[in-house]
């Protein structure tokens, strides 16, 4: 599932903490400061966020965060403001708050690090993908991740030098791929079960051959009848992600 519609984050808001003159519940600017790391387990600098009002950061906050993040921080939003506090955080409101939370912790397990080898496509990939899992599901962050993962292993091969002179004229991900595992340094080094795990990478290369037609067929890069479902594209999506990692790690 996405992360919170912003309807939902002016319910959490307005509907479940309350405002009341100005005033978010009974926030100080002290204790909105404490908050995420002492009931979300969360480190934000409340202060460099430029809004003028707890409300206003609060909602930015909340905003501009991860899934996750989110859930964390409606899980301490439920301790720090538990039903029954205030008239409306009754135990409808409350099961709600929760139900939010859980829906947010079901967006993709793996976590999106920026990676050391990167370009401005790149960054530029990886931000609208988080943007688009967060504001519209992992259906539409598909191509973007897609978009992502072909620059990343594109800029690879061009920093080490890797020779490209027998590239097609337009080579997919699959080519960079082999071209990495074939001629990288980083994948010289002797590995445990060296037979296994080359059986493994030869499998990811199948599986990469495969995200072109479902980029191509099955996202929003096309007018596309027919969309790949919530949970087909986080698995898409994580294997995206955790190739990536897997290859910043070895090139490096």
């Known amino acids: 599932m996405e992360g919170l519609k912003s309807s939902e984050i002016h319910w959490v808001v307005d509907g479940y903490i309350g405002v009341s003159g100005g005033y978010l519940g009974d926030f100080t600017y002290s204790s909105h400061r404490e908050f995420y790391a002492n009931y979300c387990d969360l480190d934000v ?25 989110q859930a964390a921080i409606l899980i301490g939003l439920a301790r720090r403001f538990p039903v029954g506090s205030e008239m409306q955080r009754n135990a409808a409101a409350y099961q709600r708050l929760l139900a939010l939370a859980k829906r947010c912790q079901k967006v993709a397990v793996v976590d999106g690090e920026e990676p050391k080898i990167t370009s401005d496509i790149v960054q530029r990939a990886l931000a609208e993908a988080t943007t ?40 997919r991900i699959v080519y960079y791929f082999k071209v990495l595992r074939q001629q990288h340094s980083g994948f010289e080094a002797p590995m445990a079960q060296q037979a296994a795990m080359k059986n493994v990478l030869n499998s990811a290369a199948t599986l990469l051959e495969q995200l072109d037609p479902i980029r191509n067929r099955a996202t929003l890069a096309h007018a596309n ?18 190739l990536m990692q897997y290859f910043d790690a070895k090139l490096r």
């Open 225 to 242: 009848e027919e969309l790949i479902s919530r949970d087909e594209a986080l698995l898409v999506i994580n294997l995206i992600r955790s």
């Open 45 to 69: 600098d409340v202060d460099a966020v430029a809004e003028s009002t707890t409300r206003k950061k609060f909602i930015a906050i909340l905003s501009a965060s991860e899934p996750r993040a």
């Open 132 to 171: 688009l899992l967060r504001t519209h599901g992992p259906t539409s962050a598909v191509d973007r991740l897609h978009t992502a993962l072909h620059g990343y292993l594109r800029t690879a091969c061009r920093t080490a030098n890797l020779d490209l002179s027998d590239a097609p004229s337009d080579p």
